[in-house]
């Protein structure tokens, strides 16, 4: 082992990313639209919806977040962050023309392929709406490769929902390509439309129980309730995938930071997630 | 395997002939109690006899401290940071030790292979030596109270010296450079090795092997030893500090005085502090002492896929080392049933 094992490369290394556009999303949540400053790294750099990247800005530190575009879109990447500790409040104050270091991308992402030709029930509390837009936007892009598609948004406020403006604007293509968009809120008297949690519109969905995957993302607490109710409606548990979050350091399990499991599946969220099957989360614990 | 034969009184001069290969470290004793790995000037300084090490020989492979990059906040640019690593000589590692560098191994030259370890990975001799185990040793039940691979030489004791097996390209430069230092290995020295081996096993508290316990240990969460035994913990991190194979770190970006420029350095981190497991927004994966823990024997008693073997190495050190006197062996054997009956009485 202890002979010739040094890379040339560095894994840590940073590409520099210009940012191009930043969107106000809500009153915690920014999108920001990134450009590869070296035009190979552009040209190269892909990525399977539910993979990270770590976002570095130098004297802050290092983070861990979800890229939220469609892989089909070369060369520019989107992410969206919360304001919600120290990096994050200076990544708020950035403008269009800062740069971010990006590496990565990391993580197993959503096994896409095997989502083809199925139905896909994508069901986000909060700022889980952020993996699962890279999903969606991703199945937009390859609309011929999927079944029936149902986004199930859902927030505490209308005001908090994510991608709120943007899944409202697609309802006409919507329509046209048998895609059903169902935006909920829990806590929000003056909200016109759906109210309750998304499980609650599951049976909505315009996917079928038999030949769906199902997709979850959100508060680690939401978690088996939204099993409760997909598996009620008829959904495989084998067919539903939920994609973790932790404190990560390194992204490329070394840190340990996000081990999590127990003494029969310990497992590095960053490398051997962060995307996990229905039957790993049930048969381990502290994985939610 | 190649195997030799280094008589006593040429031991020293082994040990000068090894600093020829780089700068030699080893155990020697620096209190009435205590060993620690220290650069060697003078050979007379080595420890053979001793059972284990204040810090852990992973501290030559992920320092302390280790600087990974500067950076310069105007131009957001990062430059790597290479230490110019010379080559260096670990002499006197235990068993235990050198499995633990095959897990660190299997961790930091994953998928994912780190510049700054495998640097010093191809930088460093291993030297291993045998032993005897304390108390506090249970490396047998972890089966890793022997090694195959892992070492360039190894030196297991005989009563006139030191039977060598030889594994790895760098070993066998050495010995070819040096024919003078060995002699062939005899009928009667393979009979003491095979007395050394059986005394050393028959000196382990418990035989057997703990392969089952990750299993026993998930099917024990509810066991009153967790609330009794967390509530000792210090969270001092002593335990993790001085484990061969935890590797966990943290980042941090220092300023220079400057404002403009700083260093991005990593270093040791536990999973016995609060912060290991809290991300942005305030919520803790390991919210409670109960939790960190926990976490702690999990991990340690998971399953490492490359070897084989659980992360733990049986070494010991986190009982011996833990200021709280926490019997790590201990607790594992009551979650195992083996001292069952103390909780039933």
């Known amino acids: 082992m202890s002979n010739e094992t040094t890379p040339d490369k560095n894994i840590y290394d940073l590409y520099k990313c210009r940012i191009l556009r930043v969107y106000e999303m809500t009153d915690e949540d920014k999108l920001f639209l990134l450009r590869f400053e070296d035009s190979d790294i552009a040209e190269e750099w892909t990525f399977t919806p539910g993979q990270f990247v770590q976002v570095s800005i130098p004297g802050v530190g290092e983070i861990p977040i979800s890229v939220c575009s469609s892989p089909m879109r070369r060369g520019f990447f989107e992410l969206c962050i919360k304001r919600a500790g120290k990096v994050t409040e200076v990544i708020h104050r950035m403008e269009p023309g800062d740069y971010m270091g990006i590496r990565g991308p990391y993580g197993n992402g959503f096994p896409m392929d095997r989502f083809e030709n199925h139905d896909l029930l994508l069901i986000a509390a909060g700022i889980g709406m952020v993996p699962l837009r ?132 310990l497992e590095y969220i960053c490398i051997d997630g962060p995307v996990f099957g229905y039957y790993d989360i049930i048969s381990t614990p502290n994985l939610i | 395997m190649r195997y030799l034969k280094l008589e006593n009184s040429r ?218 035994e967390s ?16 590797r966990c770190y943290d980042v941090q970006d220092i300023p220079d005085i400057d404002g403009r420029h700083g260093s991005r350095i990593r270093f040791w981190d536990s999973c016995q502090f609060r912060g290991h497991g809290l991300v942005a927004g305030g919520h803790n994966f390991r919210e409670t002492k109960k939790d960190r823990f926990i976490n702690r024997y999990v991990c340690k008693n998971a399953y490492f896929h490359p070897l084989g073997t659980s992360y733990c190495v049986g070494c010991g050190n986190c009982t011996y080392f833990c200021p709280a006197d926490i019997d790590f062996l201990d607790n594992l054997m009551k979650i195992r049933g083996i001292a069952e009956e103390i909780y039933e009485q």
């Open chain 1, 134 to 265: 890279s999903v969606f936007l991703h199945a937009m892009d390859n609309r011929w490769k999927f079944g029936n598609i149902t986004v199930i948004n859902s927030a505490r406020y209308g005001h908090k929902l994510l991608f709120r403006k943007e899944l409202e604007a697609m309802r006409d293509i919507a329509e046209a390509e048998n895609i059903n968009i169902l935006q909920t809120v829990t806590r929000d008297p003056e909200w016109p439309g759906r109210t309750g949690r998304a499980q609650h519109h599951v049976e909505d969905a315009n996917t079928d129980p038999d030949d769906a995957y199902v997709v979850v993302c959100g508060p680690p607490q939401a978690y088996r309730s939204v099993f409760e109710k997909v598996i009620e409606a008829g959904y495989d548990p084998r067919n539903i995938y939920v994609t973790l979050e932790r404190r990560m350091k390194c992204g490329v399990g070394k840190c340990g930071h996000c081990i999590a499991g127990s003494s029969t599946f």
């Open chain 2, 11 to 228: 031991v020293n001069d082994f040990l000068e002939q090894l600093s020829a290969y780089g700068e030699l470290y080893a155990p020697v004793q620096i209190s009435e109690e205590f060993y620690d790995y220290r650069r060697i000037d003078d050979v007379d300084d080595v420890a053979f006899d001793y059972t284990r090490t204040v810090t852990p020989a992973k501290k030559y492979f992920i320092p302390t401290e280790q600087q990974m990059f500067t950076y310069d906040m105007e131009s957001s640019e990062y430059e790597e940071t290479l230490d110019d690593i010379r080559p260096f000589v670990l002499f006197g590692l235990h068993a235990c030790s050198i499995v633990g560098l095959r897990i660190l191994d299997g961790v930091y030259l994953n998928e994912y292979p780190d510049k700054y370890y495998g640097m010093r990975r191809d930088a460093g001799i291993i030297v291993g030596l045998s032993c005897l185990p304390d108390e506090y040793c249970f490396c047998n039940l972890r089966r890793t109270d022997f090694v195959d691979v892992g070492f360039d030489l190894f030196l297991h004791e005989l009563p006139d010296g030191y039977l060598i097996r030889v594994g790895s390209e760098k070993g066998h430069k050495i010995v070819d450079e040096n024919p003078g230092l060995f002699v062939e290995v005899t009928d009667e020295d393979i009979k003491h090795f095979k007395q050394f081996e059986r005394k050393r096993h028959e000196l382990f508290q418990y035989q057997g092997s703990f392969d089952n316990l990750r299993y026993m240990l998930e099917l024990t969460k509810d066991h009153p030893l967790w609330d009794e």
């Open chain 2, 231 to 246: 509530k000792k913990c210090l969270g001092c991190g002593n335990c993790t500090m001085t484990c061969p194979t935890c």
